[in-house]
């Protein structure tokens, strides 16, 4: 059971994981049309020079849909700054403020901020705390299973989460050092869900509705969080609810959920639409037979929203 303020969730979650570049808006909405229950926004910087910029600003779009919650992920190295940026995502309407502790990119890692912290949990408590008694909305952790392979934090940073108040975590399962290399391990986080109060959801390298379920029954997890699968995919959560959840299963309409998906992106973009709206679409038709030979190379030579669409109607009456 997930509590998030006014938000209820009885049953085992399936959420879209945070991933800049990609779950903004527009697939956050498509994913969650499609049964994701919530879903993490692109990461901010909670410093004050990077929090206003338009890159940010765009990252801080929400649909207005009330049935689901805006949920802010802000990355940092400082409380105090934390603490701040935390107060104006509330005034701005954040339902939850969502902190960054896995992020092991190296822009981050100078920071000493993302999955740099798990190397010093002194910080992170100072972190959590101050983050916590600054706001009135929940405040959830994304984090990882610690800093080096040999030596994983995970439990001590539960204990820690769980002292500082904090509502939800999610635990991808691996280490800072591993970054996305090997196969992400899920004993570890079961454990930690074993021996703590706090919901826990499960995150890596789930990419499939009965892998989902089985770890939700064999662990007994809160939920599954759902990255990269879900690029190219958002009707995976669909089948995870179906599974999971019993619940039936919606008609699916991909060539039209993927039109849909690529006009938004240039609503929201502009001239970037076209770069980011191709990302997606080579993600689309990648499981496609004839990919490398058909659709890769139209998708690349299609240069604005016009061309983009045609080319989702051409394959559509090909499929
Ligand atoms: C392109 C990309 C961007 C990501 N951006 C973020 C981010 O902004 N915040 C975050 O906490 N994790 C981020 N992640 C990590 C994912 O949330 C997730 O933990 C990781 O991809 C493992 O889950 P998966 O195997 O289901 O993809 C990102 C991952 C990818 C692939």
Request: net charge neutral.
């Given at each position: ?7 209820h ?6 959420v ?11 697939f ?23 929090m ?10 929400f ?7 805006k949920?802010v992920?802000l ?11 935390a ?26 901020a993302?999955?740099?912290l798990?190397?010093?949990l ?17 405040v ?22 769980q ?9 991808h399962g ?44 064999d ?13 190219g ?17 919606p ?26 709206a ?21 998708i690349?030579q ?18």
């Open positions: 059971m997930i509590r998030l303020g006014r938000f969730y009885p049953d085992p979650v399936v879209l994981a945070p991933m800049a570049g990609v779950s903004d808006r527009p956050r909405s498509l994913c969650q049309r499609y049964g994701a229950d919530f879903s993490v926004a692109e990461m901010v910087s909670a410093k004050p020079d990077l206003h910029t338009a890159l940010s600003k765009t990252r801080l779009q649909d207005e849909d009330p049935n689901y919650p949920i992920q990355v940092g190295g400082e409380p105090a700054l934390m603490a701040e940026a107060q104006v995502m509330q005034a701005r309407g954040a339902d939850v403020i969502d902190i960054n502790m896995g992020c092991p990119a190296k822009k981050v890692g100078k920071q000493s993302g999955s740099a798990l190397a010093d002194k910080q992170v408590e100072a972190i959590l705390c101050a983050t916590v008694n600054a706001v009135t909305i929940p959830s952790v994304k984090t990882r299973l610690g800093f080096n392979d040999d030596t994983y934090t995970l439990a001590e940073m539960t204990r820690i989460a002292d500082c108040g904090i509502a939800l975590l999610s635990v691996r280490t800072r050092a591993q970054r996305f290399r090997g196969q992400a391990c899920y004993e570890p986080i079961a454990e930690v869900k074993a021996n703590t109060q706090l919901p826990v959801i499960v995150n890596g390298d789930i990419s499939s509705a009965e892998q989902a379920n089985r770890l939700i029954d662990y007994g997890f809160d939920g599954v969080m759902i990255g990269r699968a879900a690029q995919n958002p009707w995976l959560f669909a089948e995870c609810q179906a599974r999971i959840n019993t619940r039936s299963l008609t699916i309409t991909p060539h039209q959920d993927i039109a849909e998906h690529i006009h938004a992106l240039h609503a929201l973009y502009g001239r970037q639409g076209v770069f980011i191709r990302a997606h679409l080579h993600h689309y038709y990648r499981q496609y037979p004839d990919y490398q030979r058909e659709h890769r190379p139209r690349n299609a240069c604005n929203e016009a061309e983009q669409t045609a080319l989702i109607q051409l394959f559509a009456k090909a499929a």
